[in-house]
């Protein structure tokens, strides 16, 4: 039979939430859409001040066949007006958090090693620039950091669809230029490229950031240009984006229902190979589930997935499966778990908090607590800044926790749930310093 065939249509419609996970639309043909039936999925977007029945909802529906994979995407592009809500699960911290807890989290931000292991910093600084900022490392993040104790955070090179292929190159140039002034302008930052840049950063008690690329679109096929961006001072790369290039498939995006196959090109096998050679950690977050298994063939060394979670937890393409956290794990990788709400899977009124919880507790009994971190993905700060793209992309919101001051309530439901202190220690930042101590310590082969 196939798949069921979908189009995107708008409705000008009356929104009823009249349960939790219920959406009615009154529309010239009433239909009920019915959130995480089998073979039907549908997310709720909102803007406005729906609460008080202002605002428009974008509904976004995917309907998958129930004896295939393939999804097509149907969306009702703008609901114009006229909302009123009547019930229904508001997304926002429910899970109270006792104060021994909370200043237990507070010291151990203060005392032990705390790590990002995934922020779109180069891409946002860069945009703000432009924008004629004049300090925003400083003004947006200096603070952030501090409360909550961070000392190292892994700045992707993030590249937009706009920016490729020809001024891919330029880009992710401009993005590490801007972020070594940055650098350079606030003493309190310093830029690690190598073991005993990680030390001194713990021992002066300043925040490293350490570049990577999300995504090596930048290269095409030319492999020599990775020993290039090595001596730029970046120290790892993921192959793709969610999007195909040269090397690889990217899975499919976060909002996104659809499993996209292709394995890594010969090219991509050879920019594995050439990563390890330079000692450059290979990062599989946003890699396509063909594409995870070459990996596991060619791949020698350790990678990680800076930002995934468990799809066990909540199943996303862009989290992994049990079956390739065991073998990242076995290999001696690590994960970062993404605090994205499309993929912690709290964008139907589950509690933030116990969500990511699940997945820290859940990645723990399955690989170990050493191979787990944080890699949490803010982007309402990037997304704020980054230009707009004609069609007038609307901005969504979807940082589970806010910003990196508020990463200690997470920390402290940690605790509250019942993990060791010591445990907590590994996850909030000792296990990536750890990594990343023995990874920039590696030699680059001749």
């Not at 010291?107 to 292991?117: M, N, W, Y």
């Not at 432009?130 to 950091?145: A, Q």
């Not at 976060?254 to 450059?280: C, D, F, N, T, Y």
Request: one cysteine or more; a negative charge; proline letters at 3%.
């Amino acid at each position: 039979m196939g798949f069921v065939q979908s189009v995107v249509k708008r409705i000008r419609a009356k929104i009823l939430l009249s349960e939790p996970g219920r959406v009615h639309i009154s529309a010239a043909r009433q239909q009920e859409l019915i959130i995480g039936r089998k073979g039907f999925w549908a997310e709720l977007r909102a803007e406005g001040n729906l609460a008080a029945g202002q605002g428009t909802l974008v509904i976004f529906c995917v309907f998958r066949n129930t004896g295939n994979q393939d999804v097509h995407t149907m969306t009702c592009e703008k609901i114009l007006s006229g909302i009123s809500i009547c019930s229904g699960r508001r997304r926002g911290d429910r899970m109270k958090i006792e104060e021994k807890y909370m200043e237990a989290a507070r010291r151990l931000h203060q005392s032990s090693p705390v790590v990002d292991a995934h922020l779109d910093l180069a891409g946002e600084l860069y945009f703000r620039v432009i924008n004629g900022e004049k300090n925003p490392l400083r003004t947006h993040y200096l603070n952030h950091l501090r409360e909550a104790g961070f000392n190292l955070i892994v700045s992707s090179v993030y590249l937009r669809d706009d920016q490729l292929p020809e001024g891919g190159l330029r880009a992710a140039l401009d993005q590490i230029s801007v972020l070594q002034e940055a650098v350079d302008q606030n003493e309190e930052f310093f830029l690690v490229r190598s073991a005993g840049d990680l030390n001194r950063v713990l021992s002066e008690d300043r925040i490293g950031i350490l570049l990577y690329m999300e995504g090596l679109d930048c290269i095409g096929t030319d492999l020599r240009l990775l020993r290039i961006l090595r001596e730029l001072g970046v120290r790892g790369a993921s192959l793709t984006w969610s999007r195909r290039n040269a090397l690889a498939n990217g899975c499919c995006k976060a909002g996104q229902r659809q499993q996209i196959p292709g394995g890594l090109s010969p090219e991509g096998k050879a920019a594995v190979e050439e990563l390890e050679r330079l000692s450059m950690f290979l990062d599989v977050s946003h890699l396509n589930d063909d594409g995870f298994a070459d990996v596991c063939r060619i791949a020698k060394k350790p990678f990680i997935a800076t930002h995934s979670n468990s799809q066990s937890v909540f199943f996303n393409y862009r989290n992994l499966s049990d079956g390739q956290m065991k073998e990242l794990g076995s290999r001696g990788g690590m994960m970062g778990l993404n605090g994205c709400d499309l993929i912690v899977g709290c964008m139907e009124g589950e509690d933030p908090l116990e969500m990511l919880c699940r997945h820290v507790e859940h990645e723990a009994s399955l690989i170990g607590i050493d191979k787990v971190g944080l890699g949490l993905d803010f982007c309402d700060s990037y997304t704020e800044t980054e230009p707009k793209y004609p069609n007038g992309n609307t901005i969504e919101y979807h940082d589970c926790l806010g910003n990196h001051s508020q990463v200690p309530k997470l920390t402290a439901a940690l605790l509250q749930r019942g993990m060791e202190e010591e445990a907590v220690k590994k996850v909030i930042g000792g296990n990536w310093i750890r990594y990343f101590r023995e990874v920039l310590t590696f030699p680059m082969a001749e």
